[in-house]
């Protein structure tokens, strides 16, 4: 049963069985908030990582490159990509 504010009415017999399931109402919904923690961890899980945290590449190609360097090239873009995902 939801919890109905409109429980007890002003000047009403008791009822444990109302008042008990006011309470449990009210648990049942205060267990359901989202707690600041809850929160920080949503966000960090669903939120881009920064742009930032990715390390410059450093790397002076040749001409032509090497398949090392494009390969640097790949699994940098590559950890930039994964970043933006998350």
Avoid: C, H, W
Wanted: aromatic fraction near 2%; charge should be negative.
């Amino acid at each position: 049963m939801p919890f109905d504010p409109t429980k007890p009415a002003n000047n009403s017999p008791i009822s444990s069985a109302e008042l008990r399931s006011q309470l449990t109402s009210l648990k049942a919904e205060i267990d359901d908030r989202v707690t600041g923690n809850n929160l920080i961890d949503y966000v960090g899980d669903n939120t881009p990582a920064p742009v930032g945290a990715v390390a410059p590449l450093a790397l002076i190609a040749s001409n032509p490159p090497t398949q090392t360097q494009l390969q640097q090239v790949i699994d940098k873009l590559n950890e930039l990509i994964d970043g933006l995902k998350r």
